[in-house]
Every structure is written in C-alpha cells, then in structure tokens.
C-alpha cells in the first residue's frame, strides 16, 4: 500500500541513527537484541511484535530507549508514556489489529540471551552495494550491514504481512535469518554471483549451514522452517517477504 512507503522510509533511516557510547546504529541493535530474546526461548511472536514496536517507537525518539530515559531520571511509567505516545505518532496507517499487538509489545519484558556469534559476523559484513555483471561496482556509502538490511527486512515484512494475510512471526524469522550465508561469505553482489555459476548454491548452503550451526535445536528447527518461504513467491508469508526484501 502506497500510504506506508513514507513509514518505510522512516525506518530505514534506523540504519543511520547512532549516539555517542554507542558503536553500531539503532537497526544493528535491534537486530542483535531480537537475536538475543530468540536464544533465550521467548516465543517468535512475541519478538517479532515487540522488535517492530521498537523500531517505530525510535523513529520518532531516536536512540532514546528506555535504558537511557530512565538513567536520565525519567520514572518507568513516564518512559512508558513517551514511547507510547512515539509508537502512536506513527502507527495511524497500519492495520488495527498490528497496531494493538505493537501496543502491547511495546515495553514488554523479555528474557535477553547470548546472540549466536553469526549475529555480530553479519553486523560486521557490509552490503555489496549496486552491481550487474559487466558492469563497474556502484558503491555506496557508508555501506549498510547485513544485521541492519535483515532487521529491516524483518520489520518491514510484519507492517506489511496484514496486507497479504500472512503470520507475521514467519515473515519476521524467516527475514531475520535470509542472510545467514553472508556470515562466512562477503557480499560480492549479483555480479560475483553469477561468476560463481554452479558453485554458487554449494557455497550458500554450507555457509548457512554453519550458521545454523551456532543455534540450539529448537530454534534451529523453527528457523530452518521459516527459511522455506525464501523460495516461495506465492503464499502469503512468501509474498510478504519478498514485498518487504524488494523495497529494502
């Protein structure tokens, strides 16, 4: 829908926003926090709605998360207060029913785990920027991570899952984990690629499979499931995902 584009678009600025003490930007963050909450058992849904909450709560406050307002002296209902009032500025235009469950997720509790080691790999990987073969490299600067493009994918796919009909918290674990491979593998882009010819699909599927290595069974088996709407253009959850990946 063309009303949530400008939404996106704020979003995608997390990729850029950094405060001092703080090595890595909002989007790495999130990222590496939904990671966190995964391995240590909370319920994929749950991760998925309050990570979204976050994410459109800060583009409105920034990096201003609830760890620095309450150092700054702010009581914990007022820090609840102010991200509600960020989330609400914001979610007007999204579907209803997203828009309770972000409610709710906003400042719920979560158990915080050790990320797998793939989750700082990626945040350290950048982004190939534009190529095509036979053609020069256009680079971008600065270059996004991995983390950050997957974050971003992850919650641009549960905006946008009500569109499709999709279960948001497919769309978001599938998202979060479609660069897996990129953990062991640089980003050569499309060009290197297509140079790599039939190499390519062995090569992916052993990064990956070291990647998948670093998680526990459940979680494993519950991420190896969602990655199978990565090929898929034709379910809901499919088609959320590739409408999210495609406009990051």
């Not at 409610?103 to 989750?119: C, I, K």
């Amino acid at each position: 829908p063309a009303h949530l584009l400008p939404l996106l678009r704020e979003v995608s600025d997390l990729k850029r926003v950094r405060s001092a003490g703080r090595p890595a930007s909002i989007a790495d963050r999130l990222f590496a926090s939904a990671w966190s909450w995964l391995v240590a058992g909370e319920d994929a849904a749950r991760v998925a709605m309050a990570t979204t909450a976050g994410a459109l709560a800060a583009t409105r406050l920034g990096d201003l998360d609830p760890p620095l307002l309450r150092q700054a002296g702010i009581g914990a209902e007022e820090v609840s207060a102010i991200r509600k009032r960020a989330l609400a500025a914001v979610a007007e235009g999204l579907d209803g029913g997203l828009r309770a469950k972000l409610a709710a997720a906003l400042d719920a509790p979560g158990r915080e785990g050790r990320p797998p080691p793939f989750v700082q790999r990626l945040a350290e990987q950048p982004r190939a920027g534009a190529t095509c073969p036979d053609r020069p490299r256009i680079v971008l600067e600065p270059p996004e991570s991995h983390a950050e493009h997957s974050l971003m994918v992850a919650v641009y796919g549960v905006v946008l899952a009500p569109t499709y009909g999709a279960e948001a918290p497919a769309v978001f674990l599938a998202s979060l984990a479609h660069h897996l491979h990129n953990a062991l593998l640089p980003d050569s882009g499309f060009t290197g690629e297509m140079l790599l010819g039939p190499a390519l699909e062995p090569a992916f599927a052993e990064a990956t499979r070291q990647a998948l290595g670093e998680l526990d069974g459940p979680l494993r088996a519950a991420v190896e499931e969602a990655r199978c709407i990565l090929t898929d253009a034709e379910s809901p959850e499919g088609r959320a995902f590739h409408a999210a990946d495609t406009l990051d």
